[in-house]
């Protein structure tokens, strides 16, 4: 049973670029939340998406887009990039429950972005 | 709004002795409450939940974690650390019906020969 898996595992880009970060998500799973862990932090939620739409979101300005698949598979993408953020990103999925216990997140090993 | 104070930032234990990570929360209802672990340059993994019921939770490695509402704690312990539990823990609160995560700012655990 494959985990969430996450691609690419390393990523340099300068400020201003774009980029994207995949990920899939643990078989049987159809929600895909997104974090960011800065160096000596906890993760911080970006957003979530469920049945392709962004169901939520944190606090991060519209320079941090999503994309959902029909697969469930999910896009990262950052535009205009700056140096604040170089971090670690995060995919965790789950299954979409009433509350009622389903809610774990599983997490992927991360991309780990440095923009220069 | 959810959020989450983890007082320690780092924590030395000598190998096999006992060890106690402090959490705690603030939310409004009844939380979903989350250990997960991180070793260096790696993703998350889950090491105990709290969603209801039995107040004291166990987890994978040996790990347990006791939920007191009275004290907004869910404190996370193990009686004997290994070297290879060395890692960064993170403790999580969750909303019900929401999956999303609020995290506090982990805790670094240092194991001593």
């Known amino acids: 049973d494959a985990g969430v898996t996450q691609s690419p595992t390393h990523l340099i880009k300068t400020r201003g670029q774009q980029v994207t970060l995949r990920c899939s998500p643990k078989s049987g799973h159809d929600t895909v939340s997104w974090y960011q862990q800065a160096l000596g932090q906890g993760p911080q939620f970006i957003f979530q998406?469920?049945?392709?739409?962004?169901?939520q979101r944190g606090n991060f300005p519209d320079r941090f887009s999503g994309h959902q698949f029909p697969n469930y598979s999910s896009e990262l993408n950052v535009n205009a990039l700056l140096l604040g953020d170089s971090a670690l990103y995060l995919c965790?999925?789950?299954?979409?429950?009433?509350?009622?216990?389903?809610?774990?997140?599983?997490f992927g090993p991360g991309t780990r972005l440095t923009v220069l | 709004a959810q959020s989450v104070t983890q007082p320690d930032i780092h924590i030395t234990v000598s190998e096999g002795a006992s060890l106690e990570l402090r959490c705690n929360y603030s939310y409004g209802a009844t939380p979903y409450l989350f250990w997960y672990v991180q070793s260096p340059g790696q993703g998350l993994q889950l090491l105990l939940k709290y969603f209801s019921g039995d107040t004291l939770v166990q987890g994978i490695k040996g790990f347990e974690a006791e939920f007191k509402r009275s004290q907004s704690s869910f404190n996370l312990r193990k009686p004997s650390v290994h070297w290879s539990d060395a890692a960064e823990y993170f403790c999580?609160?969750?909303?019900?019906?929401?999956?999303?995560?609020?995290f506090g700012k982990g805790t670094m655990l240092l194991v001593s020969p």
């Open positions: 999580a609160v969750g909303a019900r019906g929401y999956s999303t995560l609020t």
């Open positions: 998406y469920y049945e392709e739409e962004e169901r």
């Open positions: 965790a999925s789950s299954l979409a429950g009433s509350g009622g216990g389903t809610d774990t997140q599983y």
